[in-house]
């Protein structure tokens, strides 16, 4: 299995909390993402990093944001979360070789 | 921006059988990477195959082959005697090169695959 951690894997929070998705690798991948995915759907990209400092916005707009202080971790942040943040949220790193090395996800209820 | 279209919400097959899986694709690009990834229940994403566009030849890797159809811009994953494992949804994905400054899968809607045994 990759070695590409997330936590929480679940998590149930009321409206308007602030929550992290913690996201962490230790292949010393540069490249990571963040994917939403509704159960049974498609993914959709909502950010990316190609390094220490980077990141850019996905094809899908969100609220969230995120961070990349060190190349290993790549958390995602709402600031106060609403119920249609209500989602799977899947965190993935590569190398430039195409291959996407994918978390176990962080399923997110928002009531 | 590229497209991936997976026709197939569903699709089952006894055990041992074997199952085609389409998904077309649109790209003005003439070099790019395609990828099958399995998304087991409950579990991680993990890649099936992948093949480069520049390679005429179709990838294989064991139980699992691709069709390759670049003018037609169709990919399609054959698993050949499959296996109550292969049960998951299966996602085609596009790709740009690496280093061509838009290194970002962009997936297709996905096929849900049920091997029934």
């Known amino acids: 299995e990759a070695d590409i951690y997330q936590t929480p894997r679940y998590l149930v929070i009321g409206t308007g909390k602030k929550i992290t998705l913690e996201c962490s690798q230790t292949?010393?991948?540069?490249?990571m993402y963040w994917y939403q995915q509704d159960p049974g759907m498609e993914l959709h990209l909502i950010h990316y990093?190609?390094?220490?400092?980077?990141?850019e916005k996905g094809d899908l707009s969100s609220e969230s944001t995120v961070s990349r202080i060190r190349t290993e971790h790549f958390p995602l942040t709402l600031e106060s979360a609403r119920p249609s943040h209500t989602s799977q949220y899947l965190c993935?790193?590569?190398?430039?070789?195409?291959?996407?090395?994918f978390g176990e996800g962080s399923r997110l209820t928002v009531l | 921006a590229q497209t991936v279209t997976q026709s197939q919400p569903e699709m089952s097959v006894q055990e041992a059988e074997t199952v085609t899986l389409s998904c077309t694709y649109d790209?003005?690009?003439?070099?790019?990477?395609l990828f099958w990834y399995k998304q087991p229940p409950s579990r991680q994403m993990i890649l099936v195959i992948r093949?480069?566009?520049?390679?005429?030849q179709n990838a294989t890797e064991n139980r699992f082959s691709v069709n390759f159809q670049k003018a037609a811009k169709s990919f399609s994953l054959k698993i050949s005697d499959s296996q109550l494992g292969d049960t998951a949804m299966y996602f085609c994905?596009?790709?740009?090169?690496?280093?061509?400054?838009?290194?970002?899968?962009?997936f297709g809607t996905g096929t849900r695959l049920t091997i029934i045994p």
């Open positions: 993935a790193s590569t190398y430039s070789t195409g291959e996407l090395f």
């Open positions: 292949m010393g991948h540069d490249k």
């Open positions: 990093s190609y390094g220490v400092n980077s990141t």
């Open positions: 790209t003005s690009e003439n070099n790019y990477y």
């Open positions: 093949q480069e566009a520049y390679k005429q």
């Open positions: 994905a596009f790709m740009n090169p690496p280093n061509f400054g838009n290194e970002k899968l962009t």
